[in-house]
């Protein structure tokens, strides 16, 4: 059940000077435009409170979890959790961690204008049931149950919350390693869903590199890597750091062009399908709500390998294991 306060009638109306706050997730759950109210009506009006910050995160799921934390300057700095369901209580039980950090004096002072919990009436017992046979005796017994009510602890429980998902878009340049002869520059666009542990994303990558020639007076190819991919992610991490563990499905076109001396047509193009399994790990800070950088680190691994051959020389062979490194920016959607 919310807290419930009491305030005194002659409490004055302040403004909100004193308490700052902010978060490191977006905004939910707790009414921080309240926090200072509240936490000033618990220490007392004749209450001097000193400056303080008070961070806070929220993370949805069954039941909320809040982080609180706060600091004054003084080298003090208080660590809270809070888990409930009901965020009413949640906004009260962090204004009450403030009023004790700013004045636990002040909050045992005000203890008298809290709510009195109800006083409850003595139940006097039944009078005993006169003696009955046993054919009464078992419908007795039959009515006591059918009018029987449950205790408290039998009550079913509320049903979990199944938190709705974000949308997402990426933007990552990288460096790639393995897949091309002399190293290559890729780019990579992405969308998704994301929840708080869990991100799928699709999108778009292309990869090309500089051209390469066995001798000066041989042909040359360059190589241009093109094609679409789909990840699924695990996302460890709280509050505004986040290291997302990947699996992505890519499948590209990967284009040989050859020419220079000795072709006959001036330029030869040869298409081969790649197929890869990537895992990769990618950093997250959220710099705010709606932009994330990341970081990335990819491996891909060959499916498909190819051989790329000019007049009967090995000029390239894809190898078995790449690498990519590269950063980006994420913009979330609320």
């Known amino acids: 059940m919310p807290l419930l306060l009491s305030l005194p009638p002659d409490l004055p109306v302040q403004a909100q000077t004193w308490l700052t706050t902010s978060w ?10 309240s ?15 000193r400056p303080t910050t008070v961070e806070l995160s929220a993370t949805p799921g069954p039941a909320w979890t809040i982080d609180v934390r706060l600091s004054d300057g003084t080298g003090i700095v208080v660590d ?13 039980a962090v204004a009450l961690i403030v009023a004790v950090h700013v004045d636990a004096v002040g909050v045992v002072r005000t203890r008298p204008t809290l709510a009195e919990p109800p006083v409850v009436a003595p139940v006097r017992p039944d009078p005993p049931d006169p003696p009955i046979d046993d054919a009464s005796t078992t419908a007795s017994s039959a009515t006591r149950t059918v009018v029987a009510t449950p205790s408290g602890d039998e009550r079913p429980a509320p049903p979990g919350r199944i938190s709705r ?54 042909p040359a190819a360059d190589f241009t890597f093109a094609g679409g991919l789909a990840r699924a992610c695990g996302v460890p ?3 505004s750091i986040e290291v997302p563990l990947c699996l992505a499905l890519e499948i590209a076109d990967f284009r040989a062009r ?7 047509e001036g330029t030869v193009e040869r298409d081969s399908l790649w197929v890869g399994l990537t895992p990769s790990v990618r950093p ?10 990341f970081g990335l680190v990819d491996v891909p691994i060959a499916l498909r390998r190819h ?22 920016v994420q913009v979330r959607v609320p």
């Open 165 to 218: 998902p974000r949308m997402s878009g990426s933007a990552a340049v990288a460096g790639e390693l393995g897949l091309q002869p002399k190293g290559a520059a890729a780019v990579e666009l992405a969308l998704g869903l994301w929840w708080p542990h869990v991100r799928l994303e699709i999108g778009g990558l292309v990869a090309f590199g500089p051209a390469i020639a066995l001798t000066e007076s041989s």
């Open 24 to 33: 490191t997730t977006a905004p939910a759950c707790i009414d921080d435009a």
């Open 307 to 328: 051989r790329y051959l000019v007049e009967g020389t090995q000029l390239h062979t894809i190898a078995p294991v790449g690498a990519r490194f590269g950063l980006g």
């Open 80 to 92: 809270r959790q809070l888990r409930g369901d009901d965020c009413e209580t949640l906004t009260d």
């Open 35 to 49: 926090l200072g109210e509240r936490s000033r009506a618990l220490v007392g009006a004749q209450a001097q409170p």
């Open 284 to 293: 997250t800070w959220a710099v705010g709500k709606y932009v994330a950088l």
């Open 237 to 239: 991490g709280r509050g």
């Open 258 to 264: 050859v020419s220079g001396p000795g072709v006959e």
